[in-house]
């Protein structure tokens, strides 16, 4: 089983409505992350969350939101799609400590028309 | 802010040796990372600089220059399954030790 399961894998939604993308990981970090990721432009970071309690914003928060429901599980919202919010969004992981290595899911491939 | 420039794009035969550069602008400087990633897969780590000098791990070695500003990815004995994107990241410690990810190299090994 993944350590770090991303739901659903592929999705296809229409301009205005809301969506979901679920995170949920095995590995008892503490520290969560949501980027996304469009061609040549790497991966930028939505919102990260150190603790259940903490939420802040990454480099292109606008038009997302995120729900950390427990230390295993970290949600992201779009409360209206819009058709250039169609990316590959990558949910990580990562420990606390001096490395702090992130750890990837697998992806959501999201198509907003 | 910060800029990571890395090159787009890069072709080398199996069995050679490959670098790939990184270059970045960055205040707070707090260690740099490299991630490979196959075609519509997670990137995976693949190491982490924080002091200068090398750090070699099996075929793959990541080089530091802070001074400069620069790091490099070598790949030793290419092998087809090398074929994958290399994302450079920067961390800062002026900004939550988050990561910075440049827009990544895509190596194409060819026989």
């Known amino acids: 089983d993944a350590d770090v399961t991303q739901t659903p894998r592929n999705r296809i939604t229409k301009t205005g409505k809301r969506i979901m993308l679920e995170c949920s990981q095995t590995?008892?970090?503490?520290?969560m992350y949501w980027y996304r990721q469009d061609p040549g432009l790497g991966l930028r970071l939505i919102y990260y969350?150190?603790?259940?309690?903490?939420?802040n914003k990454g480099e292109i928060s606008d038009g997302y939101s995120v729900s950390r429901q427990a230390q295993a599980k970290f949600s992201l919202s779009l409360e209206s799609a819009i058709p250039n919010q169609t990316a590959l969004y990558f949910c990580?992981?990562?420990?606390?400590?001096?490395?702090?290595?992130?750890?990837f899911g697998a992806g959501t491939r999201l198509s907003v028309l | 802010g910060q800029n990571i420039d890395q090159p787009t794009e890069m072709t080398a035969t199996e069995g050679a040796i490959v670098q790939i550069n990184c270059t970045y602008q960055?205040?707070?400087?707090?260690?740099l990372f490299w991630y490979q990633q196959h075609a519509g897969e997670a990137p995976t780590f693949l190491s982490y600089?924080?002091?200068?000098g090398l750090e070699e791990k099996g075929r793959f070695s990541s080089f530091l220059s802070r001074s400069k500003g620069y790091s490099y990815l070598l790949l030793k004995e290419l092998q087809m399954k090398d074929s994958a994107s290399y994302l450079c990241?920067?961390?800062?410690?002026?900004?939550?030790?988050?990561?910075?990810f440049g827009g990544g190299t895509r190596l194409m090994v060819k026989p």
């Open positions: 990580a992981t990562a420990p606390g400590g001096s490395e702090n290595i992130q750890y």
């Open positions: 590995k008892g970090h503490d520290r």
């Open positions: 969350s150190f603790d259940v309690k903490d939420i």
């Open positions: 960055t205040s707070g400087f707090n260690g």
């Open positions: 600089n924080v002091l200068d």
């Open positions: 990241a920067v961390r800062r410690a002026n900004a939550g030790n988050m990561l910075t």
